[in-house]
């Protein structure tokens, strides 16, 4: 019965999503595209979907979107508030939020982008604050080597959110990187996604900083299988850990509560990419601490 639930909530939000994002998105790409001529030739080394909208469009000037919403527990889907279970500095509440960014192309596999995220708290329970959040300069870089694919990501950006400002943060330098292989013609990819975030301070810690941290180092490993070009299946985990501001020794680390994410991922075009997932954590599987939540990638220009 929770397998044909689970399989239920994430078809009704595929269905749901793409019947509205066909009629309005792809008619502002189509028209967004009459206004840039210049496009950057497809070398076609990036066949992975999401990798392919993570890459963005290819003309020389475009916008790149984020969009995510961080559902509530799937037992209780009227609550306000996510599972915290490391209790993290930062909001928890269920929120829409995502970023909006300016890119100039280099060449088929790199780009420069100015941009900023944007986050609007309790989205359906009548929204209690919406924050222009985080504005940062980034590089993008897209490669592949026989059949591993891979993207990096350079970013400074500047911190704006008032849970961060308050322990003294000023800013992060971030380094994002996604591999995916293919095992030899089949639809298997095996992939692992990779942050780095090393965070900048006014100041030193003091005690009402609690946990928060030098840098964070995050692993997530996921199986994929491909149904279609443009539909797949995945399941991954979520690997994190943390150098604490209240110790000295700034090699320490400590590991977060170990998540899951069960989901799929489907491809409008090669730049519009939507995700539906329950998250959850192994270790305490119930349905008051699985979400239900959603992330979609689009560029237009």
């Known amino acids: 019965m ?24 792809n008619e502002t790409v189509l028209k967004a595209n009459e206004v840039n001529k210049e496009k950057i030739e497809d070398t076609r080394e990036i066949t992975d979907s999401k990798l392919r909208a993570d890459g963005g469009s290819l003309s020389r000037y475009s916008l790149k979107f984020s969009l995510s919403y961080y559902g509530p527990p799937v037992g209780d889907l009227s609550a306000k508030k996510q599972p915290n ?15 909006i ?40 870089l897209n490669s592949r080597i026989e059949n591993l694919q891979m993207r990096n990501a350079f970013r400074v950006e500047y911190t704006s959110v008032p849970e961060y400002r308050a322990v003294g943060q000023d800013g992060a330098l971030s380094y994002d990187n996604g591999v995916v292989y293919y095992l030899g013609t089949s639809n298997v990819g095996l992939g692992l996604d990779t942050s780095f975030d090393y965070f900048l301070y006014n100041r030193e810690y ?3 900083d609690r946990n928060s941290s030098r840098y964070a180092l995050n692993f997530y490993p996921q199986v994929k299988y491909n149904i279609s070009d443009k539909i797949n299946i995945y399941t991954s985990l ?34 519009i990419y939507f995700a539906p997932y329950l ?3 192994p270790e305490t599987m ?16």
């Not at 690997?239 to 590991?255: M, Y």
């Not at 119930?286 to 220009?301: C, G, H, K, V, Y």
């Open 279 to 281: 998250n959850f954590y």
């Open 85 to 99: 279970p490391d209790g993290s500095i930062g909001n928890f509440d269920t929120a829409m939020g995502g970023s």
């Open 238 to 271: 979520a690997i994190r850990f943390a150098n604490p501001r209240s110790r000295d020794d700034e090699w320490a680390l400590l590991n977060k509560t170990l998540s899951q994410r069960l989901g799929m991922g489907m491809a409008f075009s090669k730049t």
């Open 206 to 208: 003091v005690i009402k």
């Open 286 to 301: 119930n349905m008051e601490s699985t979400t239900f939540s959603f992330a979609t990638i689009f560029s237009i220009l």
């Open 2 to 25: 929770r397998k044909f639930f689970i399989a239920a909530i994430l078809m009704t939000s595929v269905q749901t999503f793409a019947q509205s994002t066909t009629l309005n998105v």
């Open 101 to 140: 960014s300016a890119r100039y192309r280099l060449d088929p596999k790199s780009t420069l982008g100015v941009g900023t995220g944007i986050n609007a708290l309790t989205p359906f329970h009548g929204s209690e604050r919406t924050d222009i959040k985080n504005p940062f300069i980034g590089y993008d």
